[in-house]
């Protein structure tokens, strides 16, 4: 993991070269009810969701798994 970066209906998760895809087939497996789907490419993993609330709502939850200095300050 890279960055975890919340944006209008998604979540942007920007990985290792390779391993976009891992994630968003974890977070598809996990049946989270905020997410709609993932799209991913080769090392960014957009996570669709419901609004803006939903893909704050799953940002914030996937914070407490990730160390601070993957996460965006913007």
């Known amino acids: 993991l890279i960055i975890l ?3 209008p209906h998604q979540v942007v998760l920007k990985t290792l070269p390779g391993l ?3 994630f968003g ?3 598809d497996d996990m049946e989270i009810p905020e997410i709609i789907a993932t799209l991913c490419g080769d090392d960014v993993c ?3 969701c419901q609004g803006n609330q939903a893909a704050q709502t799953c ?3 996937r914070t ?3 160390p601070p200095f993957f996460l965006s300050k913007e």
């Open 25 to 27: 087939s974890i977070l």
């Open 59 to 61: 940002y914030d939850y």
């Open 64 to 66: 407490q798994f990730t």
């Open 46 to 48: 957009l996570i669709l």
């Open 20 to 22: 976009a895809s891992s």
């Open 5 to 7: 970066k919340p944006v």
